[in-house]
């Protein structure tokens, strides 16, 4: 059975003027269609077929050497990209509440500065990559950032970091260049406006 390509939760255009509809386009249709083209290409037909995206994710060591990048960049880029899309939302909560927001307070201080953490994670992450809030087991929260389509899910010796992603913010000039051109501290500003609260703290919940 080959990974699918997930519809957007909402429309193209939901999310302007904070991310346009112009990238909407290119974004989902583009991009994340071409990362789940190229995994079902890469395991078509290997032993690792039949596995699940998150299997793929999850074992990324015992997936055959031959594919092995191929999976890590286009399963990554699959499973970061439908994470990216449940977690915007138009006209959501502006502010996370109850379990969420008490860890936000234990683990920062406050939501500005878990945003100037995502905000400095996003801008300092040199090339592409993403920016992620993460917790461990315990619901300890963490601001760490990835290269590439690396996700933490990985774990730390190919991520460089773990824990399970509750918010990813895709920090490729993809995501960006057409509404903002080089100005990612600017996309990384303006996309607080569009967070779905409720999901990021329903991912929270399930950690
Ligand atoms: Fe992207």
């Known amino acids: 059975m080959s990974i699918e390509l997930p519809a957007l939760p909402y429309a193209y255009d939901a999310l302007a003027p904070v991310i346009s509809q112009e990238t909407m386009e290119f974004h989902h249709d583009k991009h994340h269609a071409a990362y789940v083209t190229n995994l079902n290409n890469a395991?078509?037909?290997?032993?690792?077929?039949d596995w699940s995206v998150d299997s793929l994710i999850n074992n990324l060591s015992a997936v055959p050497e031959g594919i092995r990048g191929a999976v890590r960049n286009n399963a990554g880029g699959h499973v970061n990209h439908t994470l990216f899309w449940d977690i915007l939302t138009p006209g959501g909560a502006t502010?996370?509440?109850?379990?969420?927001?008490?860890?936000?307070?234990?683990?920062?201080?406050?939501?500005d500065a878990l945003k100037e953490a995502v905000a400095k994670a996003g801008a300092t992450r040199f090339g592409s990559g993403w920016a992620w809030i993460v917790t461990d087991g315990d619901g300890k929260l963490?601001?760490?950032?990835?290269a590439n389509q690396d996700t933490p899910l990985m774990g730390s010796a190919i991520a460089g970091c773990t824990g399970t992603p509750i918010l990813g913010i895709d920090v490729w000039e993809h995501a960006y260049y057409i509404d903002y051109r080089n100005a990612r501290p600017k996309y990384?500003?303006?996309i607080w406006g569009i967070i779905n609260w409720d999901k990021v703290a329903e991912l929270y919940a399930d950690r």
């Open 188 to 190: 990384l500003e303006a």
């Open 142 to 146: 963490s601001v760490v950032s990835t």
């Open 43 to 49: 395991i078509k037909d290997t032993e690792v077929a």
């Open 95 to 111: 502010a996370p509440s109850g379990e969420l927001a008490e860890a936000i307070t234990a683990a920062f201080g406050s939501l």
